[in-house]
């Protein structure tokens, strides 16, 4: 695989029961790569492999793991930052078919992407950050693998939005967003815009959003920290070196943690810091991984 790998997502592709890989590396080929995992902990390029998705000359930054069509089989969305998203159906085998009407235009530089049911009819959607437009796109899924833009979409957010999240942040059943604004400057700090869901795919920016983070925040990790049943996040910080650890208060807000991440964060300390082993308990050792190795410059 290329020298630049921008993330690395697990699922089981040709349901053997064991572990695949899905692998966005290099810049500018637009493509995604399967790995079958042989259950050893070592991996095999699937057949048919690499796939495209998205411009060839764009960068796919990011891809999401969903049925997207309801065939039992996983599926990937995944954001390529020429400025779209493509639906990838899987066949099974570790291959892939585009859904039809894809690639789907997203606004500019498309860098995260998340998934959940955001109007209740039991069909995924997906939402992207346009790092380069503000806001975020939001998509509902039509179940067969293609999407309708919602009303509202796009979404004013904060300056540069990186990454984004979703989760019940106010524990009415609906999903809600959570989006890491990195201002994209060493001198004006980020923040987080916390988009609460109404059910029927629009949302409501939550009272006290945006909550101001860090300099330079480049991910929105879901965990719960505290125990309390209510959904928190952590930020992570580029400019600072640091995580914020924001708890959710249950209605939408959150409390900055009295602590936050110790100095110096970084790739290799992510498998032995032992915050990192906690987060991992909690289900978000994708903190680690979704940093991405690529500065924007
Ligand atoms: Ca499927
Ligand atoms: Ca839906
Ligand atoms: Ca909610
Ligand atoms: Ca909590």
Redesign the pocket.
Known sequence: MGNTTFAVVVGDFNRDGKADLDVLSGYYNGTVTIFLGNGDGTFTQAAGNPTAAGNPSGTNEAAVIG?????????LAVANDAGSVTIL??NGDGTFTPASGGPITMGETPLSLAVGDFNGDGILDFATVNFDNANISIFLGNGD?TFTQAAGSPIPVGSYPYAISAADFNKDGKIDLAVANSAYTSSSTGTVTILLGNGDGTFTQAADSPVTVGYGPRSAAVGDFNGDGIPDLAVANNYNDTVTILLGNGDGTFAMAASTMPSTISSASCAVSPWFGRMAHFGISSLCSSQKVRNRS
């Open positions: 049925d997207f069509n309801g065939d039992g089989i996983p599926d159906l899987g693998g």
